[in-house]
């Protein structure tokens, strides 16, 4: 469908459900809201999965977590939710209510995929746990994600995305050295858990192909940081090497230059592990006389004791020019070095633009909008956006008419008992 | 259609009877491999000391001699590979590749963008011997585009993603990471897509070949950021770790050096909750911070009475009188303390292993718990060519005097 060099700039939304996923056919129910179960539900719809959100009457908090169009809350123009649930269904369940549990049970044999992302007391208040899944439905693979996972001594602890990001051992990475360190924004933890357990998914599927049933995977977000992103660390500590330790903009435990400095409109990393980059590099400069300097031969001691003076005669060079020159530069020259980006340098970027990495989509109520286009730029399967974020409960009549045989007096009925 | 010529009915790890053959270098490289590896994959990792792996290289972790097997992130994320030794500038090489491929399910690499086709390893090549192999690539930028050719290392990516724009303190110039979070991160995206690949193979018949740029998938977790630039034309800024809609929060010091908890009040109830844990402090009283809207109000003053009675105790110990009281927080674990935490140890987030160099080691485990095919098995990370002769003479048939022969030719090194 797509070669190897065809931009994919032209790419808008696709509207032929025949040009399909690798995952077409696979149905996916999602418990979960904000962000780690919708990221699992994002891969899932955006490879062709059909993805049904079950959400609360009340919807899924991410649709009153924003940002808003100028700022004016409405659960239909969530940008969190909007991002995170291109591709799904939404039905409203009340899980709270008896009919609602039920009909919860009624609903999971039809699925292949359960995920979820109910805590211990969750799990205890609404009789949910792998058993009532397998009961129901012997081939489904059940995935649980939570802050700390369903087992250990703090399973019950509260968290939100600081809390975990502190457990995992990632926030002490980032900050000044004096001050507080710093938490990464954005929900990226988050969104690690929900991308590792979807390899889970696929894997238990994998499995259930070749002769196993269903089974349950449960997923600590903390684990997920603490294991795949720093698990590395602990070898060099237990063995009495140096560990990381932050200091703001630089890193002067290895060979110079890893640093971040000013340039003319903005910031620059530089980072060399070979001493070939930082010839050219040097190269790149002019050749300036100090790059002989005696001092500045081991690039570990160099860093080490004089990485202030380096940085301010690199410094000197980088702020004559802007961000784009350099990168433009450094690519020329092979230089691995790069600009801190902003976020509107990201949308106008030339690269991400041939890339095909935003698409515009028209949401009912929200209009239209840049999305980030799927990642996965693949040759025999299309993952473009199909369709945007689902209206809360839209798709209620559909879905439990084909599921449930229940017709729209049904719907009255179960919406007046605060059922849906 | 699949390698397998039988079903296997009780595997025992969910990607058993999965062969994948593994070009990955640096720890992006390695980290897709990795997940197909814990999951009972059989990854081979083609590797060469001719142009060793910087994973390889560095400061070993004993003495201070080069060693190929004494890289500790190599220790974590080669673990559960088999590495075979090909030099690829050679033509007996390529073709040996080759015969591996023709027999296995996956391909996966991250160098830069055409360099297997330069070896004539492309997908195109690898898919005349094998019709429906699947295979990613995932370099820093994707297979093509004006900056294509970028190099960089794994900070690069947080770089131009502009994650590191917004990681600072309020009000200050941005402070930026060091931690290369896009290579666990493309490893895990590459891990997703190859799998969901095989899935579509199994019942199709089709193989895939999937260009994935670290850039973009690293762009794909920061849907946040994203949104509210497209929606509003607001470029976020450095906010420390202020939150718009929670007061007291943040993180606060406590006793010892470098000692820290993190502590999160978002609503009414969990203020109560911290006004229970902070006891017969009166200050709390104040109607000022009886509200949310109060609390958002005076959170300068809010936080710095917290950070006053944070600064007394100890992090594990302010944590846990808090979460007794309904209240989010955490201790800043670093990392002696995530060694012998107890919620880690108990979830088995790392785990011992042995390795011929080192005796005993700690990797990272397998966050995923499985009930039916559970993870429990790390085996050491490969050391150089550890596997040529089994894997060649078991996967393709080849003699020990054709391997040995080869070895001298300075084909299988």
């Not at chain 1, 070095?337 to 095909?356: E, M, N, Q, Y």
């Not at chain 2, 081979?44 to 004993?62: N, V, W």
């Not at chain 2, 370099?139 to 970028?150: F, I, M, T």
């Not at chain 2, 944070?310 to 995530?338: F, Y």
Request: aromatic share 8%.
């Amino acid at each position: 469908m797509y070669s190897d060099e065809q931009p994919h700039s032209e790419r808008t939304i696709i509207n032929d459900e025949k040009r399909y996923g690798p995952l077409h056919g696979l149905r996916v129910l999602e418990l979960g809201g904000m962000v780690p179960v919708p990221y699992v539900g994002k891969l899932l719809s955006s490879f062709g999965a059909e993805v049904v959100k079950v959400e609360p009457p009340e919807g899924d908090p991410a649709r009153r977590y924003g940002p808003f169009p100028n700022d004016e809350p409405d659960p239909e123009k969530s940008g969190l939710f909007l991002y995170l649930n291109t591709d799904k269904s939404s039905v409203t369940l009340n899980l709270r209510s008896r009919g609602g549990r039920r009909m919860l049970d009624e609903l999971l044999p039809h699925y292949d995929v359960i995920l979820d992302d109910f805590v211990p007391a969750v799990r205890a208040e609404l009789g949910y746990d792998y058993e009532a899944v397998r009961r129901c439905n012997t081939r489904a693979i059940s995935l649980s994600i939570t802050p700390f996972g369903l087992t250990g001594p703090r399973a019950h602890w509260k968290a939100y995305e600081d809390t975990i990001s502190a457990h995992s051992g990632l926030t002490m990475y980032s900050g000044l050295p004096s001050r507080e360190p710093l938490t990464y924004p954005f929900f990226l933890s988050e969104y690690q858990a929900g991308v590792a357990g979807a390899v889970g998914v696929m894997a238990a599927l994998h499995a259930r192909d070749r002769g196993r049933q269903g089974q349950h995977i449960d997923l600590a977000i903390v684990d997920a940081i603490a294991g795949y992103h720093l698990g590395v660390s602990l070898i060099q500590y237990v063995f009495g090497r140096r560990t990381w330790h932050r200091q703001g903009r630089q890193a002067r435990g290895g060979p110079y230059p890893n640093v971040i400095l000013k340039c003319k409109d903005g910031d620059y990393r530089l980072i060399a592990q070979t001493k070939r980059e930082w010839k050219r590099f040097l190269h790149l400069m002019g050749d300036p006389a100090w790059g002989e300097d005696p001092r500045f031969q081991d690039r570990l001691k160099m860093n080490e004791r004089y990485g202030d003076e380096l940085d301010t005669l690199v410094g000197s060079w980088l702020t004559s020019y802007t961000k784009q020159e350099l990168f433009e530069m450094c690519i020329e020259n092979a230089v691995p070095f790069c600009p801190l980006k902003t976020i509107p340098d990201v949308f106008a970027d030339p690269h991400l633009a041939v890339r095909g990495a935003f698409v515009q989509a028209d949401h009912p109520r929200a209009g239209l909008l840049q999305y980030l286009a799927s990642p996965f730029k693949m040759r025999n399967s299309v993952t473009a956006i199909r369709r945007t974020a689902p209206l809360l409960g839209a798709d209620n009549p559909r879905l439990y008419e084909n599921d449930l045989g229940l017709r729209n007096g049904d719907l009255v009925r179960l919406r007046a008992m605060g059922v849906i | 259609m699949s390698v397998l010529s039988e079903k296997v009915t009780k595997i025992v790890l969910p990607l058993e009877g999965c062969r994948v053959i593994d070009f990955g270098w640096v720890w992006a490289g390695h980290a897709c491999g990795q997940m197909l590896a814990d999951l009972g994959a059989e990854v081979i990792k083609i590797e060469s000391g001719k142009q060793l792996d910087p994973a390889r290289q560095g400061r070993p972790i004993f003495g201070d001699e080069p060693d190929p097997d004494q890289n500790p992130l190599h220790h974590n994320v080669a673990r559960n590979k088999l590495s075979v030794a090909i030099n690829l500038k050679t033509a007996q090489g390529k073709e040996i590749v080759k015969r591996l491929v023709a027999v296995s399910d996956i391909v996966v690499e991250n160098m830069s963008p055409h360099a297997l086709r330069d070896l004539g390893l492309s997908f195109d090549d690898l898919r005349e011997v094998k019709r429906d192999i699947i295979m990613i690539s995932y370099c820093l930028a994707g297979q093509y585009g004006p900056s294509a050719e970028v190099r960089g290392y794994g900070p690069t990516v947080s770089s131009l993603s502009g994650l590191d724009s917004v990681v600072g303190y309020p009000g200050q110039p941005a402070i930026g990471t060091h931690h290369a979070y896009g290579d666990p991160n493309v490893g895990l995206h590459a891990a997703f897509a190859v799998l969901a690949a095989l899935h579509k193979r199994d019942l199709t018949g089709e193989g895939e070949y999937i260009d994935l740029s670290m850039w973009e998938a690293m762009l794909s977790t920061m849907g946040l950021a994203l949104m509210d630039y497209a929606m509003n034309g607001v470029a976020p800024e450095p906010c420390g770790n202020t939150h718009p809609f929670a007061a007291p929060h943040g993180v606060f010091p406590c006793q010892g050096e470098d000692e820290w908890v993190s502590i999160t009040v978002r609503s009414d109830e969990e203020w109560a909750g911290l006004r229970r844990a902070l006891g017969s402090q009166s200050w709390s009283n104040d109607e000022r911070f009886a509200d949310q809207v109060g609390r958002l109000r005076t959170r300068d003053e809010l936080n710095a009475r917290v950070a006053d009675w944070t600064s007394g105790q100890g992090k594990m110990a302010v944590a846990t009188l808090l979460q007794a009281e309904g209240v989010a927080a955490a201790p800043c674990l670093s990392v002696s303390d995530r060694l012998i935490d107890e919620q880690l140890s108990a979830r088995d987030v790392y785990v011992f292993i042995e390795h011929p160099r080192l005796a005993g080691e700690p990797v990272f485990g397998s966050p995923l718990k499985f009930s039916e095919t559970p993870v429990t098995e790390f085996r050491h990370a490969p050391l150089l060519g550890e596997h040529t002769a089994e894997v060649l003479g078991r996967v393709i048939g080849m003699s020990a005097e054709e391997i040995e022969l080869l070895t001298e030719q300075g084909v299988l090194v």
